[in-house]
Protein backbone atom coordinates (compact mmCIF):
# COMPACT_ATOMS: atom_id res chain seq x y z
CA UNK A 1 0.00 0.00 0.00
CA UNK A 2 1.61 3.48 -0.96
CA UNK A 3 0.78 5.93 1.61
CA UNK A 4 1.76 9.22 0.16
CA UNK A 5 -0.98 11.66 -0.62
CA UNK A 6 -4.60 9.82 0.07
CA UNK A 7 -7.26 10.57 -2.83
CA UNK A 8 -9.73 11.39 0.09
CA UNK A 9 -7.80 13.90 2.40
CA UNK A 10 -9.90 16.68 3.67
CA UNK A 11 -7.29 18.23 5.42
CA UNK A 12 -3.89 17.63 6.27
CA UNK A 13 -0.84 18.39 8.58
CA UNK A 14 3.01 18.32 7.57
CA UNK A 15 5.45 18.85 10.48
CA UNK A 16 9.10 18.39 9.46
CA UNK A 17 11.12 17.51 12.84
CA UNK A 18 14.55 17.93 11.72
CA UNK A 19 16.55 17.20 14.61
CA UNK A 20 13.68 15.77 17.00
CA UNK A 21 14.60 15.04 20.79
CA UNK A 22 12.62 12.26 23.16
CA UNK A 23 12.16 15.63 25.74
CA UNK A 24 10.38 17.07 22.75
CA UNK A 25 7.74 14.09 21.91
CA UNK A 26 5.39 15.53 24.90
CA UNK A 27 5.26 18.70 23.28
CA UNK A 28 4.18 16.56 19.82
CA UNK A 29 1.59 14.79 22.02
CA UNK A 30 -0.53 17.70 22.17
CA UNK A 31 -0.41 18.92 18.69
CA UNK A 32 -1.57 16.07 17.78
CA UNK A 33 -4.26 15.75 20.04
CA UNK A 34 -4.88 19.79 19.23
CA UNK A 35 -5.20 18.98 15.47
CA UNK A 36 -7.62 16.04 16.30
CA UNK A 37 -9.68 18.12 18.74
CA UNK A 38 -9.79 20.97 15.43
CA UNK A 39 -10.84 17.99 13.40
CA UNK A 40 -13.72 16.32 15.63
CA UNK A 41 -11.80 13.39 16.18
CA UNK A 42 -11.30 13.23 19.76
CA UNK A 43 -12.60 10.11 20.01
CA UNK A 44 -9.37 8.34 18.21
CA UNK A 45 -7.11 10.88 20.15
CA UNK A 46 -5.86 8.34 22.80
CA UNK A 47 -5.04 5.57 20.27
CA UNK A 48 -3.43 8.00 17.53
CA UNK A 49 -1.77 9.84 20.64
CA UNK A 50 -0.12 6.66 21.97
CA UNK A 51 0.51 5.60 18.40
CA UNK A 52 2.63 8.67 17.50
CA UNK A 53 4.35 8.42 20.51
CA UNK A 54 5.53 5.24 19.74
CA UNK A 55 6.94 6.04 16.26
CA UNK A 56 8.51 8.85 17.01
CA UNK A 57 10.15 7.42 20.05
CA UNK A 58 11.76 4.68 17.74
CA UNK A 59 12.46 7.94 15.39
CA UNK A 60 14.73 9.15 17.90
CA UNK A 61 15.86 6.04 19.15
CA UNK A 62 16.48 4.44 15.33
CA UNK A 63 17.39 7.27 13.00
CA UNK A 64 18.57 10.15 14.54
CA UNK A 65 15.63 12.04 15.54
CA UNK A 66 15.41 13.30 11.56
CA UNK A 67 12.06 12.77 10.91
CA UNK A 68 8.67 14.06 9.22
CA UNK A 69 4.97 13.55 11.01
CA UNK A 70 1.90 13.74 8.50
CA UNK A 71 -1.24 13.29 9.46
CA UNK A 72 -4.76 13.47 6.68
CA UNK A 73 -8.11 14.23 7.98
CA UNK A 74 -9.88 11.22 5.86
CA UNK A 75 -13.54 11.13 4.92
CA UNK A 76 -13.61 7.72 6.83
CA UNK A 77 -10.92 8.31 9.54
CA UNK A 78 -7.24 8.90 10.51
CA UNK A 79 -4.03 8.44 8.40
CA UNK A 80 -1.02 8.84 9.81
CA UNK A 81 2.54 8.34 8.48
CA UNK A 82 6.01 9.51 10.50
CA UNK A 83 8.83 9.04 7.79
CA UNK A 84 12.56 8.58 8.94
CA UNK A 85 15.78 8.39 6.95
CA UNK A 86 17.49 5.85 8.48
CA UNK A 87 17.82 2.58 6.33
CA UNK A 88 17.47 0.23 9.24
CA UNK A 89 14.46 -2.10 8.52
CA UNK A 90 11.71 -2.01 11.16
CA UNK A 91 11.75 -4.43 14.18
CA UNK A 92 9.04 -6.28 15.37
CA UNK A 93 10.55 -7.83 18.42
CA UNK A 94 8.34 -10.66 20.26
CA UNK A 95 8.87 -8.53 24.03
CA UNK A 96 9.60 -10.99 27.14
CA UNK A 97 6.72 -9.93 30.04
CA UNK A 98 9.58 -8.16 32.31
CA UNK A 99 11.41 -6.33 28.84
CA UNK A 100 11.46 -2.66 29.45
CA UNK A 101 10.91 -2.18 25.62
CA UNK A 102 10.33 -3.74 22.39
CA UNK A 103 6.77 -3.62 22.32
CA UNK A 104 6.40 -0.46 21.09
CA UNK A 105 5.61 -1.78 17.11
CA UNK A 106 3.00 -4.73 18.34
CA UNK A 107 1.50 -0.97 20.35
CA UNK A 108 0.44 0.50 17.37
CA UNK A 109 -0.35 -2.83 15.84
CA UNK A 110 -2.80 -3.08 18.65
CA UNK A 111 -4.20 0.40 19.05
CA UNK A 112 -4.74 0.65 15.43
CA UNK A 113 -7.10 -0.45 12.58
CA UNK A 114 -4.18 -1.11 9.72
CA UNK A 115 -0.39 -0.28 9.63
CA UNK A 116 2.38 -1.09 7.87
CA UNK A 117 6.29 -0.11 6.75
CA UNK A 118 7.32 1.16 3.17
CA UNK A 119 10.75 1.43 2.52
CA UNK A 120 11.67 3.99 0.45
CA UNK A 121 14.88 5.01 -1.46
CA UNK A 122 16.29 7.23 1.33
CA UNK A 123 14.55 5.45 4.52
CA UNK A 124 11.16 4.52 5.48
CA UNK A 125 7.43 5.53 6.36
CA UNK A 126 6.07 3.78 9.44
CA UNK A 127 2.08 4.87 8.94
CA UNK A 128 -1.39 3.90 10.79
CA UNK A 129 -4.94 4.42 10.12
CA UNK A 130 -7.74 4.32 12.61
CA UNK A 131 -11.29 4.61 11.24
CA UNK A 132 -13.22 7.28 12.68
CA UNK A 133 -15.89 4.38 14.65
CA UNK A 134 -12.77 2.98 16.16
CA UNK A 135 -12.51 5.09 19.24
CA UNK A 136 -15.09 5.20 21.81
CA UNK A 137 -16.48 9.16 21.06
CA UNK A 138 -16.06 9.17 17.49
Given amino acids: MTVVMPGSAVRQVKTVLPDLRAQQIGVLRRIVAAYLDLWHMTGLAEAAVASVTELLA ?3 QHASGECEL ?9 LVVVTDFS ?3 VL ?3 AAQDDESGRGMSLVHALTDE ?7 VGK ?10 GPLA
Avoid: I
Wanted: proline share 11%.
Fill in 70 to 78: LMWDLDDGL
Fill in 125 to 134: QVWFRLARSS
Fill in 115 to 121: MGVEYTP
Fill in 58 to 60: NAV
Fill in 87 to 89: PEP
Fill in 92 to 94: FPQ
